[in-house]
């Protein structure tokens, strides 16, 4: 997928995410992408399906589905992050921390290391833009 295309995708997904009431991160990298969805379970499950048919997309998996007391990205419709982009030292410490991995694997991440990976993946990118 060209750059070019993910931004437009984006750019999609911001308004339909906004309508929807949905927040969440996507880290990308080396035709790799790992996604955390929050909202109402309707609009998440109805945004998923749309993802997993969108014939841009091959071998969707999901990974977790899950009850949360509380948004962990509540600030971003999409927050966008690629992997290949800015501070790389500081993001494989983040990966190596919670997968024991600096190479961005998402198939081969577990459940738990996957949502750990975006949510302190979400507070470093918070830190260097100094939010």
Not at 8 to 18: E, K, S
Not at 28 to 53: C, D, M, P
Not at 65 to 81: G, L, Q
Request: with cysteine; glycine share 8%.
């Amino acid at each position: 997928m060209s750059y070019s295309t993910l931004v437009d995708i984006m750019g999609h997904a911001h308004t339909r995410n906004v309508a929807q009431g949905i927040t969440g991160i996507l880290c990308y990298g080396s035709g790799q992408f790992l996604q955390a969805l929050e909202g109402e379970r309707a609009a998440v499950t109805a945004l998923y399906h749309r993802i997993a048919v969108d014939r841009r997309h091959d071998d969707c998996q999901l990974i977790s589905v899950e009850e949360i007391a509380s948004r962990a990205f509540p600030e971003w419709t999409m927050k966008v992050v690629n992997w290949e982009d800015g501070d790389m030292a500081r993001r494989r410490a983040v990966l190596q921390a919670d997968t024991g991995s600096v190479m961005f694997t998402p198939g081969a991440m577990t459940a738990t290391q996957a949502s750990a990976f975006l949510v302190h993946l979400a507070e470093l990118e918070r830190e260097l833009a100094g939010d």
